[in-house]
Every structure is written in C-alpha cells, then in structure tokens.
C-alpha cells in the first residue's frame, strides 16, 4: 500500500524560505512521477510541479519559477519542495501526488495522480 507523507509547513515571514518534504512508502521511483499541488483558502488545487527522477525531468507553475525547486533523495524516499523568496500568495495547504509514467506535456492534470498526503499548510504572513 502506497502511502505518501509530507511534513515542513510553517509560518514563515514574506521572502522567507522552507522545505517541504514527502516520504513515500511502498513506492518506487523507477518510472513515475510525484507531483506538488497546493490549495489557497476559497481556491481550487493548482499543481506546483511535476518531477521524475528517472528521466530528470521538472516543470514549474509559472509563478513559482525560480524560487522553488524540486529535488528526489531515492534512497530516503523523499522528496523535497524548496521555496524561496516567499509570498503571501504563496500560503496555501500543499500536498504530493505520485502516479506511474514520466511527467507528460500535460502535466498539471490533479486527476492523473493515484496517491495523495495528507497536505502541510505554508502560511506567509509577517
């Protein structure tokens, strides 16, 4: 049984910087995926990124582009979710995904994932 766990949501100050991270158990990083997602109070869930490891590919909300950064450690299972320079829009209850296959083209499709955390809230506030 596949289970996901994120953990590293905080209160942080606007610029301010956190990891978020999302152990997996029971899955394998040969070709699949795990996405981040986030859901704002009152907002749909957006994706945040899509990342293998296998073939070393990442896409980025464009919002987030070079201020988060993905990054798998397969020997601990984990992946990691860097955020820099933090906004207030940024607060949000972010959660990991996994699914099978590479990231596709269309990568931001929440129903393409089967494995869902419980979600870690990122509030930006000062």
């Known amino acids: 049984q596949v289970q996901l766990v994120e953990s590293g949501g905080a209160l942080v100050r606007p610029g301010g910087s956190l990891r978020l991270s999302c152990t997996a158990f029971?899955?394998?990083?040969?070709?699949?995926?795990i996405g981040w997602f986030r859901q704002a109070p009152g907002k749909k869930r957006e994706a945040v990124s899509c990342?293998?490891?296998?073939?070393?590919?990442?896409y980025y909300l464009d919002s987030v582009k070079g201020r988060f950064t993905v990054s798998i450690d397969t020997d601990k299972k984990t992946t990691y979710l860097e955020m820099n320079e933090l906004k207030s829009e940024d607060t949000a209850v972010y959660y990991c995904?996994?699914?099978?296959?590479?990231?596709?083209?269309?990568?931001?499709?929440?129903?393409?994932?089967?494995?869902w955390g419980q979600g870690t809230q990122v509030t930006v506030s000062s």
């Open positions: 995904a996994s699914e099978g296959g590479f990231c596709p083209p269309v990568w931001y499709k929440e129903g393409d994932y089967s494995h």
């Open positions: 990342t293998s490891d296998t073939d070393g590919v990442t």
């Open positions: 029971g899955w394998t990083f040969d070709y699949s995926r």
